[in-house]
Structures are given as structure tokens and as C-alpha cells.
């Protein structure tokens, strides 16, 4: 009952009791359907398409170039919904229309980035009966896995690591890193400069990516220990630890010798190519390290350039800093 045929003065129940009117539907934009000939003429050679809000103009020749439900809307198979302005209203998301005409009109399109923009465009090529698209971004998911900026391969056998040494033909950086290798405590910077000392190897193999192949050793008696090898030859090793003698009990001290790491690695580059680099420019970078000797000791292997430099950082030191047995 309406509020215009309600009469108070004959009525004897209360007011509050009064049937409400029924309320009013909702507004919608005024739609029509026909078939796309009967919208515009067969001379307009264009097409105006709004698709889930986004405007596109495009011509009948390239909607209509692929079996698809395009061709179907706009040849007259297939009844579309406009509104008053005349613009063909397409119930989808527009983010990849673009893609759709231009994959209509070239007959390929350059794939959008990301596994998930993909899935997106393929998912609306499915909607409009796009066979070829739908291929194409297919192949593209299945092609696209996602490829690792540097593979660093974990050694868990003394065999396996030395295969990998001997057949690389790059320079090889391999860190050994085994917290549990310790029977003493560590010192309060211990933690950080083992986690600075991974770090370092990380932004390092992703820098000499390809010139260098770099190991991890997890199996190693050292705590953290570096080595460097050049054709197949170990070339030089930066030990970080060392037993540090506290007033009452022994500690483990971890260093984090960042400058001496990096110059290690920078001299394996030496041994990219064949045939090795000469007796004169090895022994010039071992002069460098001669001059440093207060926080490190080096013990060479047998002389020229089939010595080993064995760097170990402060490896036995006294509280005060002192040699051990002064």
C-alpha cells in the first residue's frame, strides 16, 4: 500500500503497524541489446568499446581479423549490450585489452613481465576465444621459470669438492663456514662477523658472477675459513678465526677481514685465462702482504709461484694482544 492511499482517519490499527511501501528498484544505466549492424551503420569502419570502464576505438578490420568472440560481436553473430551514447560495453577488466588489439592486429604482442601478468592476459585471451594468444602466453609460463641471478653449489663431501675445483675452468672462491665446529664460546662480535663474512660472500658471488665459480663448504673443521684457487692450484687462504685468551677461560674470536678477502679474490681473476699469469706479476702481489704483517701471519709453501699464502688473522693472541708465550 502506498503512502498516498493510506487514510488514517478509517483505520484502527495503530500507525506504527502500517505496511511499508515497497521499496523503489535501482537505477541502471540504460542498456540496450542488438546486434553490432544495427548500432552503427556498414559504412562506420569504427568501433568504440568500453571494457569494465576503460575507453577503446578500434576498427571492424582487426576485431574482426581472428576467430574469436570478437569477430562474433562485431560480424552481427552475437548480440551486444551498448548505452546511450553508443559505446559497445564489454563486462571484463581493460588492464590488458590493449595487448588483446594489438596481438589482433600484429598477430603477436610482447608479453607482459611477472608470472602473475601473464596468467592475467591469458586468463582474458580464454575469455575471448583468442587461440593463438593463449598459446603464446602458455609456452611463455612454461619457458618463464624463474632462473637464479648466481647458483653457489654446497659441497657435502671432500671428493665432490675437489671435482668441482679441478674441472672448473674459472677461479674458485670457496668459504667454510660451520658454527658448530667450536668447543669454546664465542666473543660478543664473533656472531656478527660471521654473519658479515656470508654476507660478503653473497654480494661477491653475485659480482663476479660467471668470471668466478664460488663454493660452499659446510663440512670443513674450520669455523670460517676462505680459500682461493686458480686452474685447479690453491692459491691463497684467509683463515677469520682465532683462540683468544680471556682472563679466566679461552674464546673463539671470528674477524671479518673484509679488504684482505676482496684482494684475494681480485688475484684469482688472474687465472681466467691460459696460460698463467708470469713469475714477476705473482710475486708483486706477494710484496703486498710482506709489508702487512701486524695482524696476520703468512706462511708460504715452498717459494715462487707454487706457494700457498696461508693469511690467518690474528690467529693465536694474547688478552693484551701480546704474541702467545710473552
Known sequence: MSGDSFRPQHQTRPASS????PPLPLACPKTKTCSYL???GLGNKYARLNVGGTLFYSTLQVLTRQSSM??????GKKEVFTDKEGWILI??????FGSILCFLRDGTVAVPKGRQAVQELLAEAKYYLIQGLVDLCQN??????????????????SKEEDRLIQSSTKP??????NRSNN???YTSNSDDNLLKNIELFDRLSLSFNGRVLFIRDVIGDEICCWSFYGQGRKLAEVCCTSIFYATEKKQTKVEFPEARIYEETLNTLLYETMPPP????LEATRRSYNSCSSHSEEEDGGGGASGIRRIHVKRYSMYDERPLGH
Do not use: W
Open 278 to 281: 708470469d713469475t714477476s706479476l
Open 172 to 177: 674458485v672462491v670457496k668459504l667454510v663456514y
Open 70 to 75: 570478437l569477430k562474433a560481436m562485431f560480424s
Open 91 to 96: 563486462d571484463r577488466s581493460g588492464k590488458h
Open 38 to 40: 544495427g548500432v552503427v
Open 183 to 185: 668447543k669454546y664460546s
Open 18 to 21: 502500517a505496511i511499508p511501501a
Open 140 to 157: 611463455t609460463l612454461q619457458g618463464n621459470k624463474e632462473q637464479p641471478l648466481c647458483v653457489i653449489p654446497v659441497v657435502t663431501s
